[in-house]
């Protein structure tokens, strides 16, 4: 009788453990969000500040906070342990089926058919016009994201040079493609490379400054650079209009054999001689961006087997023994700055294509760590791995907007937007927590002797690919 009586006290302990840590996460989460969550300030139709509490919601996130600690305390916690336990004494399990094995051997081509026939599946399911937020906010928005990301990676996890200020190069093919479109009636198809040329020079210019630079130095450095871009924008109201931005940017068009522009003779309506929709030109264009996105995944892939990309990894891992080697880093980082931004110029051609208006207020420091948020989630140097925390990350804010019980909880001015750094905090805390090297933890080398081989988290040093 003994044995059952101890068990009991010992999960009683365990519970009052677990209650105990609760109540002090409780307690930290009060601290924390009391002026964030539980005032709200307005103001009134006589310009005055006033304050609104909202108690019942600052009550629920504490709530929220005190059981998710509870629950992983008291239960989550001691079943992974002894998951980990059973793993780690398990014999060598069956192999995996057929079907498994080949899913997880061909992966990357299933996702790529997928995304090429999800419009089809889409307009399918919810109809012509039903299909629309699904195309533009789930399929567009999350590969413009998709296509930064990867540009990103190529800098910060291939290089290993933090850049804080990506956001940038964005801008730069932005304004590039909408003032050049605008003021002299060039075809996107030109501005495209033009615009990603720009931005390239541009990379150029600031990989030059930073070239003796590392670390937190390297990061301050790329920081002020992009703030200094978008006061450009915002001051130089003699090209860049100011704050009130560029608006009435062109459409992209079909290689000009057909438009979408439904007054025009040629709208693709009016040539094919269907139905009138503006669903015609979001299909277009996101099957324009995901082959921008393969074609920046292609060019990665290719590069890192290449010498040049070889370096960039030498560069990452040791910078040093990189130069003890004969390699000439200075070269190595411009190229790195270089190809990176020179995608952040496409991805910002094709957002201006996209929105037909570009302003200061899109290309603020926070575009900079929502994408460099998604390279670390991910995995840096991993572009499935980048790919997935995208989706996670962008689809997942997107997903907010159609849980309508939200507003029930949370209240009537409740919008996943306010609330959208909270959730990439969350997001690192956990995936930090639980996957140190990212969603995908493991990389294959570029040089390999005799058998290739994925390299585990545990094999290699923080902070580094």
Same mark, same amino acid.
């Given at each position: 009788?003994?044995?059952?009586?101890?068990?009991?006290?010992?999960?009683?302990?365990?519970?009052?453990?677990?209650?105990?840590?609760?109540?002090?996460?409780?307690?930290?989460?009060?601290?924390?969000?009391?002026?964030?969550?539980?005032?709200?300030?307005?103001?009134?139709?006589?310009?005055?500040?006033?304050?609104?509490?909202?108690?019942?919601?600052?009550?629920?996130?504490?709530?929220?906070?005190?059981?998710?600690?509870?629950?992983?305390?008291?239960?989550?916690?001691?079943?992974?342990?002894?998951?980990?336990?059973?793993?780690?004494?398990?014999?060598?399990?069956?192999?995996?089926?057929?079907?498994?094995?080949?899913?997880?051997?061909?992966?990357?081509?299933?996702?790529?058919?997928?995304?090429?026939?999800?419009?089809?599946?889409?307009?399918?399911?919810?109809?012509?016009?039903?299909?629309?937020?699904?195309?533009?906010?789930?399929?567009?928005?999350?590969?413009?994201?998709?296509?930064?990301?990867?540009?990103?990676?190529?800098?910060?996890?291939?290089?290993?040079?933090?850049?804080?200020?990506?956001?940038?190069?964005?801008?730069?093919?932005?304004?590039?493609?909408?003032?050049? $479109?605008?003021?002299?009636?060039?075809?996107?198809?030109?501005?495209?490379? $033009?615009?990603?040329?720009?931005?390239?020079?541009?990379?150029?210019?600031?990989?030059?400054?930073?070239?003796?630079?590392?670390?937190?130095?390297?990061?301050?450095?790329?920081? $002020?650079?992009?703030?200094?871009?978008?006061?450009?924008?915002?001051?130089?109201? +003699?090209?860049?209009?100011?704050?009130?931005?560029?608006?009435?940017?062109?459409?992209?068009?079909?290689?000009?054999?057909?438009?979408?522009?439904?007054?025009?003779?040629?709208?693709?309506?009016?040539?094919?001689?269907?139905?009138?929709?503006?669903?015609?030109?979001?299909?277009?264009?996101?099957?324009l961006i995901l082959l921008l996105a393969l074609l920046t995944a292609a060019v990665t892939i290719r590069l890192?087997?290449?010498?040049?990309?070889?370096?960039?990894?030498?560069?990452?891992?040791?910078?040093? $023994?990189?130069?003890?080697?004969?390699?000439?880093?200075?070269?190595?980082?411009l190229t790195a700055f270089a190809i990176g931004a020179m995608f952040g110029g496409f991805a910002g051609a094709?957002?201006?294509?996209?929105?037909?208006?570009?302003?200061?207020?899109?290309?603020?420091?926070?575009?900079?760590?929502?994408?460099?948020?998604?390279?670390?989630?991910?995995?840096?140097?991993s572009l499935p791995g980048t790919a997935v925390a995208a989706v996670v990350m962008i689809g997942g804010t +997107?997903?907010?907007?159609?849980?309508?019980?939200?507003?029930?909880?949370?209240?009537?001015?409740?919008?996943?937007?306010?609330?959208?750094?909270?959730?990439?905090?969350?997001?690192?805390?956990?995936?930090?927590?639980?996957?140190?090297?990212?969603?995908?933890?493991?990389? +294959?080398?570029?040089?390999?002797?005799?058998?290739?081989?994925?390299?585990?988290?545990?094999?290699?040093?923080?902070?580094?690919?």
């Amino acid at each position: 009788m003994r044995a059952p009586a101890a068990e009991g006290r010992r999960k009683a302990g365990d519970i009052y453990v677990a209650a105990r840590e609760a109540a002090g996460a409780a307690l930290v989460c009060v601290a924390l969000f009391v002026l964030m969550i539980g005032l709200k300030t307005d103001q009134n139709m006589r310009n005055e500040l006033v304050v609104s509490q909202r108690w019942q919601t600052l009550a629920i996130v504490v709530a929220i906070t005190f059981a998710g600690r509870f629950v992983i305390s008291a239960f989550a916690r001691p079943v992974w342990r002894r998951w980990q336990t059973q793993r780690a004494n398990a014999k060598p399990t069956t192999p995996a089926s057929p079907a498994v094995v080949f899913i997880r051997t061909h992966i990357v081509r299933l996702t790529v058919i997928f995304l090429i026939f999800y419009p089809p599946l889409v307009v399918g399911t919810s109809g012509l016009q039903g299909s629309l937020k699904w195309i533009d906010n789930f399929g567009i928005q999350i590969l413009i994201y998709v296509m930064l990301a990867w540009g990103l990676n190529i800098v910060v996890g291939l290089a290993g040079l933090l850049d804080l200020g990506y956001v940038a190069f964005y801008a730069v093919g932005a304004y590039s493609y909408a003032l050049l $479109a605008s003021e002299f009636g060039l075809s996107f198809w030109i501005l495209l490379p $033009a615009a990603g040329a720009m931005a390239a020079f541009w990379g150029v210019l600031l990989g030059f400054p930073v070239l003796r630079l590392r670390g937190d130095y390297l990061a301050i450095v790329t920081l $002020a650079f992009g703030e200094i871009i978008r006061l450009v924008l915002i001051n130089w109201r +003699e090209v860049t209009n100011g704050s009130a931005g560029i608006s009435g940017i062109p459409k992209v068009t079909f290689f000009g054999l057909f438009d979408f522009d439904v007054s025009s003779p040629h709208y693709i309506g009016k040539v094919l001689g269907i139905a009138s929709s503006g669903v015609y030109y979001k299909i277009f264009l996101y099957y324009l961006i995901l082959l921008l996105a393969l074609l920046t995944a292609a060019v990665t892939i290719r590069l890192r087997r290449l010498p040049l990309g070889r370096a960039w990894e030498a560069l990452r891992e040791d910078e040093i $023994a990189c130069r003890s080697l004969g390699i000439n880093t200075t070269n190595v980082k411009l190229t790195a700055f270089a190809i990176g931004a020179m995608f952040g110029g496409f991805a910002g051609a094709f957002f201006a294509a996209r929105q037909g208006f570009v302003s200061p207020e899109s290309f603020v420091f926070l575009e900079s760590a929502v994408i460099l948020a998604i390279v670390v989630l991910g995995g840096m140097g991993s572009l499935p791995g980048t790919a997935v925390a995208a989706v996670v990350m962008i689809g997942g804010t +997107e997903i907010l907007r159609e849980m309508g019980f939200l507003t029930a909880v949370f209240g009537d001015g409740f919008s996943p937007e306010h609330y959208r750094m909270l959730l990439f905090g969350v997001a690192m805390v956990l995936v930090m927590v639980w996957k140190p090297r990212g969603f995908v933890g493991r990389r +294959e080398p570029t040089a390999f002797l005799r058998e290739r081989k994925s390299v585990a988290a545990t094999f290699t040093s923080e902070g580094h690919g």
